[in-house]
Nanobody, 124 residues
Framework: QVQLVESGGGSVQVGGSLRLSCAVSGLTYSSYYMAWFRQASGKEREGVAAIGRDGRASYADSVKGRFTTSKDNDKNTLYLQMNSLKPEDTAMYSC??????????????????WGQGTQVTVSS
């Protein structure tokens, strides 16, 4: 059974930092590509950052220069370091993992499995 479990969310003030983690079990982690998505209240899910099988990262324009994604294959864990947080970053953040032939890094349809999410709230 594939499981993705996020952690590290919370409440921070503008300009603060958080580090999200996504622990993966039930599959051969290194064979997949992974991503972080977020969904704010009343808005559609948005791709934030993705990392391909080759380790190449992709980012949404809204987070470039502030967010960094990485993975630890030994720990089967994906990370999202979020710096210089803004109120508009407030959302439920979820990780996803996929193996489909057509890889579109920040497109939800490219992913097979999803975590439950962790809430990030940025206040001014």
């Amino acid at each position: 059974q594939v499981q993705l479990v996020e952690s590290g969310g919370g409440s921070v003030q503008v300009g603060g930092s958080l580090r999200l983690s996504c622990a993966v079990s039930g599959l051969t982690y290194s064979s997949y590509y992974m991503a972080w998505f977020r969904q704010a209240s009343g808005k559609e899910r948005e791709g934030v950052a993705a990392i391909g099988r080759d380790g190449r990262a992709s980012y949404a324009d809204s987070v470039k220069g502030r967010f960094t994604t990485s993975k630890d294959n030994d720990k089967n864990t994906l990370y999202l370091q979020m710096n210089s947080l803004k109120p508009e970053d407030t959302a439920m953040y979820s990780c996803a993992i996929g193996s489909k032939p057509l890889y579109r890094p920040l497109t939800p349809g490219s992913y097979n499995y999803w975590g439950q999410g962790t809430q990030v709230t940025v206040s001014s």
